[in-house]
């Protein structure tokens, strides 16, 4: 099945610092959604993003939807521990399409 | 609380058995779905269910059955016809299949021994 090319991969970063992580793909969606997981447990949804350009934030986090519908990104500011797991992307085309996700970010937050 | 809940956590198995894994919810959605994690692969499509009494492969269903007979509950074989069943399975559901918009399950850990 078709992946998100999500990057990068991983980050090592100090506590307090800000963290930017992106997605993108070869065809457009319709929606984009970025879902945290927290070590060993199942993922949660941060942010949902509906319309090509809209850009959102929740807190600290501000996801953007791509202009040409084809990526979207992921910032996160002044990072604290708690902010470590597996950050997935994921787009949607809607109807009865399938969700479609990134293989995910690894982010390890040093204190 | 509303909410979805998968069992067992953790689950040994030895080879050529087979194990089901339980996935039931309350939230009163109608589409449900398991996925496969393994480490760096991300999250792989087994089955989904978007009403009761149907449900379709996804990406890598050979080695899995699932059944959908009631609204609450998607429950997942995994058979011994799955070669590589070691991996950490995640139950989630949306109010409908239109949108993207998942609750998962805590997730539950097979190890094959």
């Known amino acids: 099945g078709q992946q998100l090319n999500q990057s990068p991969q ?25 879902y945290k997981q927290d070590p060993g447990e199942g993922p949660v949804l941060l942010i949902a993003l509906y319309k090509a350009g809209e850009l959102t934030s929740n807190g600290r986090l501000t996801a953007q939807f791509g202009i040409t519908r084809k990526d979207s990104f992921l910032n996160i500011s ?3 521990p708690s ?3 597996i950050y997935f992307c994921a787009g949607h085309r809607g109807g009865s399409e399938k969700l479609v996700f990134g293989k995910g970010m690894k982010l390890t937050v040093n204190p | 609380d509303g909410g979805i809940t998968q069992s ?3 689950l ?4 050529g058995q087979n194990v089901t894994l339980s996935c039931e919810q309350n939230l009163n959605h109608d589409a449900m779905y398991w996925y496969r994690q393994d480490p760096g692969q991300g999250l792989r499509l087994i089955y989904y269910s978007q009403i009761v009494n149907d449900f379709q492969k996804g990406d890598i269903a050979e080695g899995y059955s699932v059944s959908r007979e009631k609204k609450e509950s998607f429950p997942l074989t995994v058979t011994s016809a799955q070669k590589n069943p ?13 949108t993207g918009e998942l609750f998962f399950g805590e997730g539950s ?3 094959v021994l």
């Open chain 1, 78 to 80: 002044a990072s604290i």
């Open chain 2, 12 to 15: 040994f198995r030895k080879e």
């Open chain 2, 109 to 111: 850990r097979l190890t």
């Open chain 1, 10 to 34: 991983s980050m090592f970063i100090q506590e307090g610092e800000d963290v930017s992580m992106n997605c993108t793909s070869s065809s457009i969606f319709n929606t984009w959604l970025w």
């Open chain 1, 83 to 85: 902010d470590v797991g």
């Open chain 2, 8 to 10: 067992p956590k953790y």
């Open chain 2, 86 to 98: 070691t991996a950490f399975y995640l139950c989630a559901s949306s109010i409908a299949a239109r």
